[in-house]
């Protein structure tokens, strides 16, 4: 999507700090990390929000949770523990529409959340 600005990460049109690539995915640190380790995880294909996900693109959804553990491991948060998240749509607080999750560690969480 020409408008999407996850999208123009993917096409390098904007920077980003790219932790991850391959051909389906992309992994980032967050702009505006809330923790010492915070890094965005997306599909490349433009899928709005979780709720919007369907059929094949679930497979994705594997593809990035994979992708996720392998980063955890390489940053050394893996048997501290860490938390992942998704904000879907208005009420999941998300602002930038195009699938994304949360991979944040190096301290740790409360709950609930707010
Ligand atoms: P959400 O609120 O779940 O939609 O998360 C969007 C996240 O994207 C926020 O944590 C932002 O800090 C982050 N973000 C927005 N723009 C950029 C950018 N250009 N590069 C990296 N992270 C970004
Ligand atoms: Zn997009």
Redesign the pocket.
């Known amino acids: 999507m020409s408008d999407c600005?996850f999208c123009k990460?993917v096409n390098k049109e904007?920077p980003?700090q790219i932790i991850y690539e391959d051909e389906s995915v992309l992994a980032?640190?967050?702009?505006?990390p809330q923790a010492p380790i915070h890094v965005?995880v997306i599909p490349k294909k433009h899928i709005s929000d979780m709720a919007s996900v369907h059929g094949e693109d679930f497979l994705l959804i594997t593809t990035l949770f994979k992708t996720m553990q392998k980063i955890a491991q390489e940053k050394g948060i893996e048997d501290e523990g860490y938390r992942i998240v998704n904000?879907c749509r208005d009420n999941g607080?998300?602002?930038?529409g195009h699938l994304?999750f949360?991979l944040i560690g190096g301290r740790e969480m409360r709950w609930p959340p707010g």
């Open positions: 600005i990460i904007i980003a980032f640190n967050d702009i505006q965005l904000n607080g998300q602002t930038v994304h949360h």
